[in-house]
């Protein structure tokens, strides 16, 4: 089959066209209003992103990776400090921390999450240790209760990488809401996304807050005067905008991912070694829908063949990533990590997928297995 047809990943165009109107509707009037930056779109978002979330004020950013950078500043966590968070996750995760100044300190996960592990988190505790970076890993929400349990006991800072996992909920909160810092990436693919790079941040300490908005611009809060040494990385009108249409759809379109997750594993979880547990609850919002092969490679392979993008998150844990070797860890200190990165592969998922587009997908899926 031809490339160009293949079934991606995530139908970013799909989407645009059930949203054209009034995204078009929203660009156009950020346009006429002649204010691209810091304006009332980006104030109305945050406000929104922090109502939805449960938190009490939110934050606009350029992109996540500053959200996560910015959170561990406004936390004064620097050099001599230590952070604790997975190996089996985005690169930016840890990247913010080496940018901190901070030395990440890595904790295997769980098998059946692939989030980190709290039991592991204990044992990486140093006098060293200031905060940890907890990853709600393809939309599946943490241990947050063992987590801050810990963190309260060690006094340490708890920095929620949500930015695959807005709207995930964990015991009655959501995502972002639950740490010190929530952090938010609207990156194009994610379940809410922008046309662009954008990110959010929410906290209900409003200390915390005002250093952020400082921090983000410059370090300032008035125009000329810096408090501190901050970065550029604000929220553009235009993104915002965006973003405040794709809202309102939100939870209709996590609702079709979950629904999509749960036929998924309906017809595969006697094909594949391992399939994701669906919840009643909200506890997973399927930013990735992945699957566990000893063979995944060679699914993977088929699958293209087949017409049928699939993706890995992720190949290389960060322990082993080229980045980090001053860190001096090795392969085997973190097996579950390790034979994750082995053996995940992750599923088209969208909400406007259809039925019979997820049909084909199956069907290539059962045909791979029973070759005959």
Known sequence: MNNSAMIPMVDLKGELEFLREP????????????????????????????????????????????????????????????????????????????????????????????????????????????????????????????????ANQYNLKVVEDACQAIGTEYHGKRAGAIGDIGCFSFFPSKNLGAYGDAGMMVTSDRDLYNKILALRNHGSHIRYVHSAIGVNSRLDEFQAAILLVKLKYLDIFLHKRKEIAKRYTLELSNLAEKTPTIFDSGEHTFHQYCI????????????????????????????????FKELNYQEGDFPVSEKAARRVLALPIYPAMTFEIQNQIISALKAYFNPN
């Not at 769980?110 to 240790?129: A, C, F, H, M, V």
């Not at 993977?300 to 080229?322: D, F, M, N, R, V």
Request: hydrophobic share 45%; net charge negative.
């Open 292 to 323: 566990e092969l000893e063979k995944r490679d060679e699914a993977a392979a088929y699958l293209t063949k087949h017409g049928i993008a699939s993706a890995i998150y992720y190949p290389i844990p960060l322990h082993l990533q080229e980045a």
């Open 23 to 150: 995204i078009l509707k929203a660009i156009t009037e950020v346009l006429d209003s002649g204010e691209y930056i810091l304006g009332p779109r980006g104030r109305l978002l945050e406000k929104q992103v922090a109502e939805y979330v449960g938190a009490a004020y939110g934050i606009g950013v350029a992109n996540g990776t500053d959200a996560l950078y910015l959170a561990l500043k406004a936390l004064n966590i620097g050099p001599g400090d230590e952070v604790i968070t997975t190996p089996f996750t985005f690169f930016a995760t840890a990247e913010a921390i080496a940018e901190a100044g901070a030395t990440p300190v890595f904790a295997d996960i769980e098998e059946d999450s692939y989030n980190i592990n709290p039991l592991e988190i204990r044992k990486k505790i140093t006098p060293k240790t200031k905060a940890i970076i907890v990853v709600h890993l393809y939309g599946r929400a943490a241990k947050m209760d063992e987590i801050m349990e810990i």
